[in-house]
């Protein structure tokens, strides 16, 4: 859920319960999967807030498109995503 959300950075708030399914993930996988999307800059866990702080560059990603991928319908994200990868493509940006 979008806790807090400015064009550049977005906050989600998670259930505590996840935490414990994300930290199943090697986090240098993660690293190195927004490293490759020119768009994601950085993200931050917050355990004590239960919240997650994206921050993403808006001169190539319109804040639409972030609020479609994390709180949209299914349908909605999965267009955002598929948006958001021809602009980059057609930008060309590689993903």
């Known amino acids: 859920m979008i806790a807090?959300?400015?064009?550049?950075r977005i906050r989600l708030k998670y259930k505590i319960g996840i935490m414990s399914q994300l930290?199943?993930?090697n986090l240098q996988n993660v690293d190195d999967?927004?490293?490759?999307?020119?768009a994601f800059?950085?993200?931050?866990?917050?355990?004590?807030t239960g919240s997650i702080v994206i921050e993403y560059d808006a001169?190539?990603?319109?804040?639409?498109?972030?609020n479609d991928l994390f709180d949209g319908t299914d349908e909605q994200a999965?267009?955002?995503?598929?948006?958001?990868?021809?602009?980059?493509?057609d930008e060309g940006i590689k993903t």
Request: hydrophobic share 45%; charged share 10%.
């Open 23 to 25: 930290m199943q993930f």
């Open 41 to 48: 800059l950085s993200y931050k866990i917050n355990e004590s």
């Open 78 to 89: 999965e267009q955002a995503y598929f948006a958001l990868a021809q602009y980059l493509n």
């Open 59 to 66: 001169s190539l990603v319109r804040s639409e498109l972030v």
């Open 33 to 38: 999967v927004i490293a490759q999307v020119p």
């Open 4 to 8: 807090h959300h400015i064009p550049g």
